[in-house]
């Protein structure tokens, strides 16, 4: 099993489908990320949870909901989207306390989800 | 406040050719710099870092970087592309000691190799 996976890899949904992202890490980690990533932008952090408990949401539009019920997952549910929410939408991990210094800041990231909303 | 800059938005080198990606950084504490790789249909994978140890950072798959503070730069090189080396590379930030949460990344550079 790798370390940080997401599903589904691909999703196609029309723009009044309700759908949900999955994402699952077996590091052990306590922080979890979800990015968006566009053609020719740079990474976009969405939303950061530590030890379950929101820490940021980088102004995300409300179409975008988070939920992390236990530290080794995460999801994203979607509603209502737009045709320019379409991208690689990217989950990752990063262990926050007690690690060595050389352990922190770094986040392993998952395969990511391509999205594609009509 | 801190950024990456990275210059180049798509670099293209022969196989066996040097390898240059260009990353310049702007912090005003000291600072953590990472580089990452995205290979196609994948997400990003650490390639090597700097935490304020020694200034020249050996990474995976032949890959280094060097930490010039004068310059305020830290560019990714290997002496001989290979064809597998294609990807995309983004240059992050952080401060030292800081949580993961607050890295920055570039805009990324896209290497393309010629046969």
């Known amino acids: 099993e790798t370390g940080v996976t997401q599903t589904p890899r691909h999703l196609v949904m029309g723009m009044t489908n309700k759908k949900s992202l999955k994402c699952e890490q077996h590091?052990?980690?306590?922080?979890m990320y979800w990015y968006k990533q566009s053609a020719k932008k740079p990474l976009e952090l969405m939303f950061v949870?530590?030890?379950?408990?929101?820490?940021e949401n980088n102004s995300v539009p409300s179409r975008f909901s988070p939920e992390c019920p236990n530290s080794s997952h995460l999801f994203l549910h979607l509603h209502t989207l737009q045709p320019e929410d379409s991208a690689l939408y990217l989950c990752?991990?990063?262990?926050?306390?007690?690690?060595?210094?050389?352990?922190?800041?770094?986040?392993?990231f998952g395969a990511g989800t391509r999205l594609s909303v009509l | 406040a801190q950024s990456v800059t990275q210059l180049g938005s798509h670099v293209s080198v022969s196989e066996g050719a040097l390898v240059l990606l260009r990353c310049n950084y702007s912090?005003?504490?000291?600072?953590?710099l990472f580089w990452y790789v995205q290979y196609p249909n994948q997400g990003l994978q650490l390639l090597l870092k700097?935490?304020?140890?020694?200034?020249l950072v050996k990474g995976i798959n032949g890959f280094e970087a060097e930490f010039k503070k004068s310059e305020t730069s830290f560019h990714l090189t290997k002496p001989s592309a290979h064809m597998s080396d294609a990807a995309e590379y983004f240059c992050?930030?952080?401060?030292?000691?800081?949580?993961?949460?607050?890295?920055?990344f570039g805009s990324g550079t896209r290497l393309s190799i010629r046969p």
């Open positions: 990752a991990s990063s262990q926050e306390s007690s690690g060595s210094w050389a352990a922190k800041n770094i986040q392993y």
């Open positions: 590091l052990g980690h306590n922080a």
């Open positions: 949870y530590n030890f379950k408990e929101q820490t």
């Open positions: 912090s005003s504490v000291p600072p953590y």
């Open positions: 700097y935490t304020s140890a020694a200034t």
């Open positions: 992050a930030v952080t401060p030292s000691g800081s949580s993961a949460s607050k890295i920055i």
